[in-house]
DNA sequence: GTAATCCCTCTAGCGACTAGAGGTTCAAGA
DNA sequence: TCTTGAACCTCTAGTCGCTAGAGGGATTAC
């Protein structure tokens, strides 16, 4: 009836450690444990970690899923917040795409501006490493 | 005619525990100091901090950092090696631009799916956070 | 009964910084 | 020359989301 910490794991690829950790930080519930202190999981438990899965897959931090656990447990609270976090995580992820993009604009321009040149000296990717100013794209530092 | 690390912070854009970081990891070589123990760097000091900036910005790690400048110190050699670095990073944005689409994709249909119901109970984005079903997508755990 | 596999806790490490404590040096103005 | 305030020094510890390993106990299938 109950699961085991490595069946848990085996169902929702979450690696045991890491179930362990989500856990330690209270994401997790402390589960029941067998007369051998080992945890034993229930069903809630077990969608419980789908949930944090798939939303560590789609890239929210730990806390946003804290405050998405915590409105599950108020039922009749409104939603607003739950919209809140996930525009937030889109505009974000939208943010990085358009970051990364213009990386890659640069990267081809560095990878493909070695032609002919065969030592270090006359290299233009190095040169292209190098500067900055060559790059017409403002690529700043917040997050890569 | 040298730098104070402050002034290396100023031009460059990186900020000083940083500097000294990079110093302790062996990006920067360590500079002279003045009688009183503080660092004082010569131009090519700032140029090669430069580089590694750039280099930072566009994605990659401080091994292949240290690849790349290791190759400088050699002017001899052939450059294949940095063509090949820049090649990867290049891959590895794709990758990365790939994926961050899928998930926007996704996060959008959830941030959109909370039309008019107003308490959580009833909440189509709690739901869609939890329930990967849902997803058309496969977004897998490799990098985000 | 025994062996293989699982599970337990605890600590430390990853990358690339960032923050803070507690103290010293420098540079400019009076 | 003295003083003030900003900049500098070293060192330790914290960030995030895990992951690895040591050293041991529990469970399960045969």
Same mark, same amino acid.
């Given at each position: 009836?109950?699961?085991?910490?490595?069946?848990?794991?085996?169902?929702?690829? /979450?690696? /045991?450690?890491?179930? %362990?950790?989500?856990?330690?930080?209270? =994401?997790? *519930?402390?589960?029941?444990?067998? &007369?051998? *202190? +080992?945890?034993?999981? &229930? !069903?809630?438990?077990?969608? &419980? =970690?789908?949930?944090?899965?798939?939303?560590?897959?789609?890239?929210?931090?730990?806390?946003?899923?804290?405050? =998405?656990?915590?409105?599950? +447990?108020?039922?009749?609270? !409104?939603? %607003? +917040?739950?919209?809140?976090?996930?525009?937030? +995580?889109?505009?974000? @992820?939208?943010?990085?795409?358009?970051? =990364?993009?213009?990386?890659?604009?640069?990267?081809?321009?560095?990878?493909?501006?070695?032609?002919?040149?065969?030592? @270090?000296?006359?290299? *233009? @990717?190095?040169?292209?490493?190098?500067?900055?100013?060559?790059?017409?794209?403002?690529?700043?530092?917040?997050?890569?």
């Amino acid at each position: 009836m109950d699961f085991s910490i490595g069946e848990m794991s085996k169902r929702t690829g /979450v690696k /045991v450690p890491t179930i %362990r950790y989500y856990e330690k930080e209270g =994401l997790l *519930n402390a589960p029941m444990r067998s &007369r051998g *202190n +080992q945890r034993r999981y &229930r !069903p809630a438990d077990l969608e &419980r =970690l789908g949930f944090i899965r798939h939303c560590r897959e789609l890239g929210l931090p730990m806390t946003a899923i804290r405050d =998405l656990i915590e409105l599950g +447990q108020h039922p009749d609270k !409104p939603c %607003r +917040q739950a919209d809140r976090i996930a525009a937030d +995580q889109l505009k974000a @992820v939208r943010r990085r795409i358009a970051h =990364l993009t213009r990386l890659e604009a640069e990267l081809k321009r560095i990878a493909t501006s070695c032609k002919g040149s065969h030592t @270090v000296t006359e290299c *233009n @990717v190095l040169k292209a490493f190098g500067d900055h100013g060559l790059c017409q794209s403002g690529h700043s530092a917040e997050d890569a």
